[in-house]
C-alpha cells in the first residue's frame, strides 16, 4: 500500500523558522507536493520536487531525499496567516490503483 | 473567474437519497480529480480523469458512487443510496498532465442525515 506520514500538530513563534517533515513509502513515485490549506478551504499548491535537494520560493523551501523516502518543508519568517494545514503528496505513475497520495496534514499554530 | 468551480457549495440530504456534484476544471486542464475529505484528515484519491476516459478509482470507493467527465469538460459525482458515512467534503481539482501541480476547487460540503 502507499503510505505517508507527517506530524499531527506543531506550534512556532511569528518571526521564527519552522520545518515540517514528511516520510514516504508509496509505489511508482513521480514527485512530491506541498499544498497549504486553511480551514473550511480548498488546498493551495506551494511547492514540487521531483529531483533530490532543495527548492526555494521565497520563505519557503522543500527538500526532498527519494532514497530515504523523506522530505521537508521550511517555513522562515513566520507570519501569523502562516496557521494552517500543510499536506504532503505523492505523485504516483499510472496504474497503481491511487494516482495522488496525501498525507494527514500537519496543523500548524503560529503564536505571536 | 478561471479557476476550478464547484456546484453545489453544500448538500444537505437524508440517508438513501441519491446526490449530484458538478465541477468544472480549469479549461486547458485534461486531468480532473474527485478526493473525498473529512476533518483534519488530508483529501482520499477516489478517481481520475485524463480528458474523458476514466482511468484509475480508488479500490476504497463503492459500487454507490460514480462518475462522469463526458465531454472530457466539467465531471459530475454521483452517490446513491447515501449514507451517514459519506458525510465529507467532496473536491475537485484539474491539472495539465501528469505531475503537474493540481488546482483545487472550493469544494461540496455533504451532510447525510
Known amino acids: 500500500g502507499q503510505n505517508i506520514d507527517q506530524p499531527t500538530e506543531m506550534t512556532a513563534t511569528e518571526g521564527a523558522i519552522v520545518q515540517i517533515n514528511c516520510t514516504y513509502q508509496t509505489s511508482g513515485f513521480n514527485g512530491l507536493f506541498w499544498y497549504q490549506q486553511h480551514a473550511g478551504e480548498a488546498p493551495t499548491f506551494l511547492s514540487y520536487?521531483?529531483?533530490?535537494g532543495l527548492e526555494e520560493k521565497g520563505r519557503f523551501s522543500s527538500f526532498l531525499s527519494r532514497s530515504k523516502g523523506y522530505s521537508y518543508l521550511l517555513l522562515k519568517e513566520l507570519q501569523m496567516k502562516d496557521s494552517a494545514s500543510y499536506l504532503c503528496a505523492v505523485s504516483l505513475s499510472d496504474n497503481y490503483g491511487q494516482n495522488f497520495v496525501f498525507g494527514p496534514g500537519t496543523r500548524l499554530s503560529v503564536l505571536p | 473567474d478561471t479557476g476550478v468551480s464547484q456546484d453545489p457549495r453544500h448538500k444537505i440530504t437524508k440517508r438513501g437519497q441519491n446526490v449530484t456534484f458538478r465541477c468544472d476544471p480549469i479549461s486547458e486542464h485534461n486531468r480532473l480529480y474527485w478526493y473525498r475529505q473529512t476533518l483534519g484528515q488530508g483529501p482520499e484519491f477516489l478517481t481520475y480523469?485524463?480528458?474523458?476516459?476514466?482511468?484509475?478509482k480508488s479500490r476504497l470507493l463503492s459500487d454507490r458512487f460514480s462518475a462522469e467527465r463526458p465531454k472530457g469538460s466539467f465531471s459530475t459525482l454521483e452517490i446513491q443510496r447515501t449514507e451517514q458515512g459519506d458525510s465529507a467534503m467532496y473536491l475537485c481539482?484539474?491539472?495539465?498532465?501528469?505531475?503537474?501541480?493540481?488546482?483545487f476547487g472550493p469544494g461540496t460540503r455533504l451532510t447525510v442525515l
Open positions: 481539482a484539474s491539472s495539465l498532465a501528469q505531475g503537474n501541480e493540481q488546482f
Open positions: 480523469f485524463q480528458n474523458e476516459a476514466q482511468l484509475e
Open positions: 520536487n521531483v529531483l533530490d
